[in-house]
């Protein structure tokens, strides 16, 4: 990537610069009302273009000096824009050709604020290669982001000892979103959040969290600024905030209805116990001992049913992860249950890895053996109690494999599984029924993993592995260290 200003050169006559293209000529005449003395900010460019085989997506990442409004506590910040999300050119060099009524490319382009140092005269350069990152994620996986998911990152964005460790997704408070000649674009802002923060936007959800910034100057205000400096979580800050959360985890659950991570899964055979497919009993595979199934939701919606087909087809056979899981928590008309995946470096050889017959051989188990690494395993509180009891369902998809395992309570409708055959399998997709007996169950087991209302970090991690068993229900679980 390269650093340059925006705009022509007059010493230059104008036939040796080629026209804007009408994409980026729209999304360039927003931001010249937003900032219309700054018509040449500083620009990150890639080098060499993505359509033409250069690494990075975006095309730019333009950004610009706000002053902030100082008397309603907005204060001078950073702003970065980017540019090739949405199509910019509308030839189908990048993005499928689209109409102006339907989303542009991906439908989205990312900012993000970052509070100005006092002593900094230009913008820091690295929140360009996280946006790049977030877009590599985006093409390759398919999966938009939007306002109220989460990405879990695990280190400080700009790897320093910063506690701002993880992001969450907003609307950008001036930018919204527009129309271009090849669609509409929504600008998602990037929020920087601790882990306790994020901890909460996924036992709760990340608009609620969000709401709590806002009010709070010091976590970001109404603009969401994030603060690389700032020491304190919104619950150092205001003690009253960790009440407010649990108490939206008690009445509402929690909306997210996924993760991506480690996890496999084999037949119990009810009579032998454990039909162990691997001579190494504690080995956590990727992918099924047999075979599993499609799942849903609370409603299983179609829609998110083919999102889970599509990217078992893809394979994901991941060895060198893009991105760190990134969970989804934004509700989509009632159907909360999609949900972000960590897809390989290359996926075009893939896409026929799980034949389309696969997915529609059904298999029936009457026990299971289900196994998890501790980063996955650590969501199990979660996933019984801010989901299953709450009436919904909870999947976890592999990283590493073409395999989904998802728990679905009693109440949600459209799934494979019944009272009479609480564990089936279809193709790579497995449901697993907890009905509310083996909620309550696995709710109190799953206590010495963590309380869900308790955001801090983590003591210490618990001693692995972890094995929970039970035998009325003829299943297993099993959590082993993150490394495989």
């Given at each position: 990537m390269a650093v340059h200003k925006v705009g022509n050169n007059q010493n230059f006559t104008a036939n040796l610069f080629p026209p804007t293209p009408l994409g980026l000529d729209a999304l360039y005449s927003l931001c010249r009302r937003i900032y219309p003395d700054q018509d040449n900010?500083?620009?990150?460019?890639?080098?060499?273009?993505?359509?033409l085989g250069g690494p990075d997506p975006l095309d730019y990442i333009s950004m610009y000096t706000n002053p902030g409004i100082p008397s309603q506590g907005i204060p001078p910040h950073w702003h970065y824009i980017s540019y090739g999300l949405s199509d910019l050119h509308g030839d189908?060099?990048?993005?499928?050709?689209?109409?102006?009524?339907?989303?542009?490319?991906?439908?989205?382009?990312?900012?993000?604020?970052?509070?100005?140092?006092?002593?900094?005269?230009?913008?820091p350069t690295w929140p360009a290669a996280v946006m790049q990152a977030l877009a590599k994620y985006v093409f390759q996986s398919g999966n938009v982001l939007c306002a109220g998911d989460h990405v879990s990152w695990h280190c400080a964005l700009d790897n320093s000892e910063s506690r701002v460790q993880h992001m969450l997704m907003?609307?950008?408070?001036?930018?919204?979103?527009?129309?271009?000649?090849?669609?509409?674009?929504?600008?998602?802002?990037?929020?920087?959040?601790?882990?306790?923060?994020?901890?909460?936007a996924q036992r709760w959800n990340g608009s609620g969290v969000l709401e709590i910034f806002r009010r709070l100057q010091d976590a970001g205000g109404t603009w969401l600024i994030t603060d690389m400096r700032r020491g304190e979580s919104m619950f150092e800050i205001d003690p009253m905030a960790q009440e407010e959360v649990a108490r939206g985890i008690e009445t509402e659950g929690s909306n997210l209805s996924g993760v991506s991570g480690r996890c496999s899964w084999s037949q119990l055979d009810t009579?032998?116990?454990?039909?162990?497919?691997?001579?190494?009993?504690?080995?956590l595979r990727e992918g099924p001992a047999t075979g599993p199934d499609v799942p849903d939701l609370p409603q299983i919606s179609k829609q998110d049913s083919q999102q889970i087909k599509t990217a078992l087809r893809r394979g994901l056979l991941n060895t060198k992860p893009i991105l760190p899981p990134i969970g989804k928590t934004q509700d989509?008309?009632?159907?909360?249950?999609?949900?972000?995946?960590?897809?390989?470096?290359?996926?075009?050889?893939?896409?026929?890895?799980?034949?389309?017959?696969?997915?529609?051989?059904?298999?029936?188990?009457?026990?299971?053996?289900?196994?998890?690494?501790?980063?996955?395993?650590?969501?199990?509180?979660?996933?019984?109690?801010?989901?299953?009891?709450?009436?919904?369902?909870?999947?976890?998809?592999?990283?590493?494999?073409?395999?989904?395992?998802?728990?679905?309570?009693?109440?949600?409708t459209g799934a494979?599984?019944?009272?009479?055959?609480?564990?089936?399998?279809?193709?790579?997709?497995?449901?697993?029924?907890?009905?509310?007996d083996?909620?309550?169950?696995?709710?109190?087991?799953?206590?010495?993993?963590?309380?869900?209302?308790?955001?801090?970090?983590?003591?210490?991690?618990?001693?692995?592995?972890?094995?929970?068993?039970?035998?009325?229900?003829?299943?297993?679980?099993?959590?082993?260290?993150?490394k495989v």
């Open positions: 900010p500083l620009q990150v460019t890639a080098l060499v273009k993505y359509w189908g060099r990048v993005h499928d050709m689209s109409r102006p009524d339907l989303p542009s490319g991906f439908g989205f382009e990312l900012t993000f604020r970052l509070k100005r140092e006092p002593e900094e005269t230009a913008p907003a609307e950008d408070p001036q930018l919204g979103s527009t129309c271009t000649p090849f669609g509409s674009v929504n600008f998602v802002q990037i929020v920087g959040v601790c882990a306790e923060e994020l901890r909460a009579e032998r116990g454990l039909r162990r497919l691997s001579d190494d009993g504690g080995l989509v008309n009632d159907n909360d249950d999609h949900f972000k995946k960590e897809l390989p470096d290359s996926i075009g050889s893939n896409l026929e890895v799980l034949d389309s017959t696969e997915l529609l051989t059904t298999k029936k188990f009457e026990g299971l053996h289900l196994t998890f690494n501790l980063e996955s395993g650590s969501l199990l509180p979660l996933a019984i109690k801010g989901r299953v009891k709450h009436g919904r369902h909870f999947t976890f998809q592999s990283v590493l494999g073409d395999t989904a395992i998802t728990l679905v309570a009693s109440s949600v494979l599984v019944c009272a009479e055959h609480p564990y089936v399998a279809r193709g790579s997709w497995l449901q697993v029924l907890v009905p509310d083996l909620a309550d169950e696995m709710a109190c087991s799953f206590e010495q993993l963590g309380c869900l209302e308790d955001f801090s970090a983590p003591a210490s991690s618990p001693t692995l592995p972890k094995r929970f068993f039970w035998p009325e229900h003829n299943l297993r679980v099993t959590i082993l260290e993150d």
